[in-house]
Each structure stands twice: as structure tokens, then as C-alpha cells.
């Protein structure tokens, strides 16, 4: 789900880390799509250095993905192999939430694997040896080597680090099944049981993606498909005739470490998104609920998170009864929980717990609990925005099953009818609410509105709303550290101390906010 802010978003991260010329091809990308080097180059009206290098740069930052296809020739003319370039949105996003995954990996492992992870951060893919010297480099500590490689291995064995993917993975044509089924998706559509076919970046990162016996690999294998290099491609790897086939393999996007087949580590931003899903539900049951469930729900994914595969589940994996309570008497507010205070917490997490026990296991919806504190949190924009009585007239249409009629809505909020129909209008106009006219013919004909939450469309436009507002919260903040630099700078003698105070206010207001803004932003997109 990407919007309109959210790609203004991009481009100004990029920008901002990598220059005008990278960003340029960034946003070229995330207008048009997938696109070859020729149409980029056409696109931008750059020269072939500056596009090559840009993406050089985009590739090493994990934020573009090359991919190979074939397209059928024309008549008589032989299959064209072209390369395409894909932008990765989600991944340039991520660069907002470093400062989580960092403090996530400080509280899990110590603060050593959290500097390894910041270098890995900052450069984006390294090799195993690249990060040791880095780390040597950078590090006031005078560790021996072997326990920086035993941190890094602490990290990839708790899978915050894993193998970087396939520079260029070939993308097969759908099959004549693949086809069929997506027929029978279409004519599927209506049930409840649909499902939407895989999208064309979703079919690029698994075709890139190393297999997971290779993934979190620590040994390096001398023919790992990850590591390619000049003159394995095959000659027929051409972009646009001739032309394409000499700026392909001018592109060359292996970098030295896999030149020397060596093995490229990047973060897994997979594991980061599931372990702040975890986090966000925890919170919204504990502030929803109580303190003893939020304390199962905790105990129940920190024992099932090996088992987790996929960043976006709609519920955890099952556990037993024995191994949940197992889990929960290792925590401090667990010890005082007994069996029937574990069900308890089970029922209220929607689970059908049975009055005499079996030996079966419990999993907890966690889509509902991600939707339940989606709607709060567009509740309380509402509440903030358009006031107590706007609150509780989107509130009792995000509840009802169908439209509601202007009336019914006054009569069930208590609000005055005309005063009723203004808000309802306010609403619509700022598209948090659906509006249809309908008539009917009893007699004489009468026209009247009915009002809905249009929850797909109402999340899209609050994401919106969110990414534009962690873009003016980002400009805002470097227009505050541009004054600071001429404090900085000032002679000696020349004191600000009121203005540098105020200056520290406005930033840690500024800062603060825009890290719940990204809380937010997950919470509709990632989770």
C-alpha cells in the first residue's frame, strides 16, 4: 500500500541520505515501477555514469532489487532477456524505525551486537570480514576477534542478520497453471474466501530471496547463488538490444565481496516488523484488557516466535497448555498466575477454552487485535480533529453492518439533526466517511443519505495523512538543526542559552513525535 505522501516520503529519505542525483532515480522508480537501465536513463536524463552509480547505491542500502525476465519476440525473433530495476518502499521507509531496531537489539543481546548491527545499518550489505574490521575500527574497546564474531553470530542466530539476496533473480513467466488459478482467483473474488494472487515485487524478493536452509547460514559456500560474478551472467542477459547488453554489463551489480565470493550480510527487517507486531499487540491488550493477559499474549509469542515464519499472520501458532504455562511462570507477573487465571486471560483473547482440561492447544487471533487498535487509533484522530460528538457518530458507524441514515445517527448519538448532518458532511468531505443518496417511491419520492466506514479506503487515506505528517515533522526538524548550526558557530563569548534550551525543547518534542508517527505508520502498512 503505498500513497502519495508516502512516496514524497521515500524521495526525501533518499535525498536526504544519498543526495539529489539518487533520489532522482528513486522517484523515477516509484512513479513508473519496474524499469529497465535504457528507460531510467530516458526517464531521468541523466547520464549512464550517474544511473549506474545511483543504483549502485540503492542496491547496497537494500532499497532496489534487480530482476530478470524474458519476453516473447516478434514474429520470428528469438525470447528477449531483459533487467529490470525494482524500488523497494518498504525498506526505505525502514530507515525511520533504525533507532528501534537498534534499542531492540541493545535490550535483546547487549549493546556490542547492537554497534555491529549500526554498521550493517549505516552500509547496508557487508561481508563477514567488513563488518570485523569495522567494528575494530570503530570501537574504543579492544575486543578479541573471536567475540566479535561470536556477537555477530548471536545475531544471525537470533535472525536479526541473514544473507543478502540474489543481485538478479531470473523471474520465470507464470505458468499455464499459475494462470488457471489466477482465472479461478477472479471468479473467486466474491467469496469470503478470496485471496489476492501475489504481487510482482512479492514474486521478485521470494525469486531473490536464498533458500532458508542458506538464509541464516553461517559456513560460506564458494558456489552460493548469491554470490555472482563476472561472466557467470549469461551472455543473452541483454535491456535493450546491443546497447542494453554494454550497459548491463557495465552495471555490474556485485559488489568487491562478492567478486571474492564472499558472503554479503544485510538486517533482516522481517524479524524487526514481527518483533514491534508483538510489541504493539502486547500493548494494546494490556491497555485494552489487562496487565495478566497482556502477559500470556507476551509468553504465548515469545515461545511460538521461532515458529513464526511470516511477517503478516493473522494468528499465532498454536501452543499447548502446558508449554504456555511454562512460559508465562518465567516471567515476574506470571509467578502469580494460576491455570484458571491463564484461561481467563485465554477467553478474553477470544480463544474457545474447554472447562475440563484437554491436551489441546490455543491460537490467538492477532488480526483482531491489529484491526481493534487500528480503529482506536482513527477513533482518537477523530476525537482529536472533529470533537466528542463527530467521536461518537464514526464510532457507531464503524461498528453498524450497513449504512446508517442521518436520523437514526442523530437519534443514537443524541446530537440535533441539522447539527447531525453538518459534522456527517465535515466527515465526508475529508473522506473519513462514505456518503450515497437513495430514493424511495411510497407515495410521493423521497430522497434521504445513509453514511458508512469504508475501513480499506479509510486506512489508505489515514497512512496518507500519517506519512505527510512525518515528512513536514522531518522538514520542520532540519530547519531547527539548521538554526543550531548557527548557535554552534557563533563566537566565543556569545551566549544563547535561552535559545539553545528552546531549541532542545522544540527538537525532543519534534523527535517524539514523529517516532509515534512511525509506530503509527506500521501499524497500518507492516502489520
Not at 124 to 148: C, F, H, K, P, V
Not at 321 to 343: A, W
Amino acid at each position: 500500500m503505498v500513497t502519495p505522501y508516502g512516496n514524497k516520503l521515500a524521495v526525501y529519505l533518499i535525498s536526504t541520505y544519498f543526495g539529489d542525483l539518487v533520489a532522482k532515480v528513486c522517484e523515477c522508480l516509484l512513479r513508473s515501477g519496474s524499469l529497465t537501465f535504457a528507460n531510467i536513463l530516458r526517464s531521468t536524463k541523466l547520464n549512464k555514469l550517474q544511473v549506474k552509480n545511483s543504483l549502485l547505491v540503492l542496491i547496497q542500502h537494500n532499497c532496489v532489487q534487480g530482476y530478470v525476465i524474458q519476453l516473447e519476440g516478434g514474429f520470428g525473433e528469438a525470447p528477449r532477456i531483459l533487467t529490470q530495476y525494482m524500488a523497494l518502499f518498504d525498506n526505505i521507509i525502514h530507515h525511520l524505525r533504525f533507532p528501534k531496531f537498534l534499542a531492540i537489539v541493545s535490550d535483546d543481546l547487549g549493546k556490542e551486537c547492537s554497534d555491529i548491527l549500526e554498521g550493517l545499518l549505516q552500509h547496508g550489505r557487508l561481508s563477514e570480514d567488513q563488518i570485523l574490521d569495522r567494528y575494530m575500527d570503530t570501537s574504543n574497546q579492544s575486543e578479541a576477534q573471536d567475540t566479535i564474531k561470536n556477537n555477530f553470530r548471536r545475531l544471525v542466530g537470533a535472525r536479526y542478520v541473514e544473507r543478502c539476496p540474489k543481485p538478479e533473480p531470473f523471474l520465470a513467466p507464470p505458468s499455464e497453471e499459475e494462470v488457471a488459478a489466477t482465472k479461478k482467483r477472479r471468479v473467486a473474488k466474491a467469496s469470503s474466501v478470496f485471496q489476492e494472487p501475489e504481487t510482482l515485487e512479492q514474486r521478485v524478493l521470494a525469486a531473490a530471496a536464498p533458500m532458508e536452509s542458506l538464509r541464516f547460514l553461517l559456513e560460506s559456500f564458494v558456489n552460493d547463488d548469491n554470490c555472482m560474478v563476472d561472466g557467470e551472467r549469461k551472455e543473452n542477459n541483454l535491456m535493450d538490444g546491443d546497447e542494453g547488453r554494454q550497459n548491463d554489463q557495465e552495471l555490474d551489480m556485485t559488489t568487491q565481496a562478492q567478486k571474492e565470493k564472499k558472503v554479503l550480510w544485510r538486517v533482516n527487517f522481517e524479524e524487526f516488523v514481527r518483533r514491534l507486531r508483538h510489541k504493539a499487540c502486547v500493548a494494546n491488550v494490556k491497555g485494552r484488557l489487562d496487565e495478566g493477559t497482556a502477559t500470556v499474549l507476551s509468553s504465548i509469542l515469545k515461545a511460538t516466535r521461532s515458529a513464526e515464519t511470516k511477517v503478516k499472520m493473522g494468528s499465532s501458532v498454536p501452543l499447548s497448555m502446558d508449554s504456555m504455562l511454562e512460559e508465562v511462570i518465567k516471567t515476574e507477573e506470571g509467578r502469580s498466575m494460576n491455570v484458571d487465571r491463564v484461561r481467563a486471560a485465554l477467553v478474553q483473547l477470544g480463544c474457545q477454552v474447554p472447562m475440563i482440561e484437554l491436551d489441546e492447544t490455543f491460537s490467538i487471533d492477532l488480526g483482531a487485535i491489529i484491526e481493534l487498535a487500528q480503529v482506536e487509533e482513527v477513533e482518537s484522530i477523530v476525537l482529536k480533529r472533529y470533537g466528542r460528538e463527530a467521536y461518537r457518530m464514526f464510532r457507531l458507524l464503524s461498528k453498524a453492518s450497513r449504512p446508517m441514515e442521518t436520523e437514526k445517527i442523530a437519534d443514537s448519538t443524541f446530537v440535533d439533526k441539522s447539527e447531525t448532518a453538518k459534522i456527517l458532511l465535515t466527515l465526508w468531505k475529508d473522506d473519513y466517511l462514505q456518503m450515497e443518496t437513495l430514493t424511495a417511491n411510497s407515495g410521493r419520492e423521497t430522497t434521504y443519505m445513509v453514511w458508512k466506514v469504508n475501513k480499506g479506503l479509510l486506512w489508505n487515506h489515514v497512512l496518507d495523512e500519517m506519512y505527510h505528517a512525518a515528512l513536514n515533522l522531518r522538514l520542520r526538524l532540519v530547519h531547527e538543526i539548521e538554526q543550531e548550526k548557527e548557535i554552534i558557530l557563533a563566537p566565543k563569548g556569545i551566549k544563547f542559552e535561552k535559545r539553545v534550551e528552546r531549541l532542545k525543547k522544540v527538537r525532543n518534542v519534534l523527535e517524539s513525535s514523529l517516532m509515534k508517527l512511525v509506530d503509527a505508520t506500521m501499524l497500518f502498512h507492516d502489520f
